[in-house]
């Protein structure tokens, strides 16, 4: 990294978490604030944690996304780094699984990450700096019964990060992808203890992650550590999926 670039590298910089209302993406907002930045959170309650400008943005409607986009210009300045975190899931078996279980699913984890990509990069190309961060999962990579939307779904943002890292790099853009395993969240808190239990057994870390465990690889990507990876898929599951 050149001198010019560590002394840009510290400043505070314009963050946009996407599906920032609760879960992993609330984590990772609250961390970016605790790190010194600007955040900004979307979702469709358009909840935030405090220090978060909370925007109502449903990332399945193209224009949500730039209405959200340009309200976070006009408070904070143009996004810098873009943590494309909103998803949902609709489980079933492949035989059961309806047209509108497997759109509804690609519509906001796939479509809608590429939307808010696709928003943030004119900027950041413009200012020849940029960080676009995909929230996957373990089982994009691995597989789930039960999961077919899901797991294609996220797996499809490692084709697009890495199609992003070779289109944007020459810019100064890194794009990478975070694979969570397990992690502490109200929908696993839900699980009962023996389902837990056979679920940590497979994990060689033997226990669920902590929202601040994926929120750190975040702050680690945005940062000037984080300068020489794009293209990246980077797996915070305790070797469930093995490095992938
Ligand atoms: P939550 O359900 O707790 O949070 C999801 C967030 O996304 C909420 O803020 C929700 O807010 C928002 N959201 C959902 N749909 C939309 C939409 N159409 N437009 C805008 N915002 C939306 O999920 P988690 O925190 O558990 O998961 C976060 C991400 O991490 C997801 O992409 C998930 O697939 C991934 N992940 C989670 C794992 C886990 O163990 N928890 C493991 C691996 C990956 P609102 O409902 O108000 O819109």
Redesign the pocket.
């Known amino acids: 990294m050149t001198a010019a670039e560590q002394e840009a590298s510290t400043e505070s910089r314009v963050v946009l978490v996407?599906?920032?209302?609760?879960?992993?993406?609330r984590g990772i907002a609250e961390r970016m604030v605790r790190a010194g930045h600007r955040v900004a959170a979307?979702?469709?309650?358009g909840e935030a944690p405090a220090g978060v400008l909370g925007i109502e943005?449903?990332?399945?409607d193209a224009g949500q996304v730039e209405a959200a986009f340009a309200q976070v210009e006009a408070a904070y300045g143009p996004v810098e780094v873009l943590v494309a975190?909103?998803?949902?899931n609709r489980d079933t078996l492949v035989m059961r699984m309806s047209d509108e279980d497997w759109d509804a699913v690609i519509a906001?984890?796939l479509t809608?990450a590429f939307r808010v990509a696709r928003q943030a990069a004119r900027p950041m190309i413009r200012n020849r700096f940029g960080r676009i961060i995909f929230?996957s999962?373990?089982v994009g990579l691995l597989g789930s019964a039960g999961q077919v939307n899901y797991a294609a779904s996220k797996s499809g943002l490692v084709g697009m990060a890495r199609s992003l890292a070779r289109e944007l790099g020459s810019r100064g853009v890194t794009a990478n992808v975070v694979a969570?395993?397990?992690?502490k969240?109200?929908?696993?808190d839900e699980l009962d203890d023996k389902l837990v239990a056979k679920y940590a057994e497979q994990i060689p870390l033997g226990r669920f992650g902590e929202v601040d465990d994926v929120a750190g690889v975040i702050e680690f990507l945005a940062g000037p550590s984080g300068s020489y990876v794009t293209g990246a898929v980077i797996p915070v599951d305790g070797g469930l999926g093995m490095g992938h």
């Open positions: 996407t599906g920032g209302s609760r879960g992993i993406g979307t979702s469709r309650s943005c449903d990332v399945t975190n909103a998803g949902i906001a984890n809608g929230i999962s373990v969570p395993g397990f992690i969240t109200a929908m696993t």
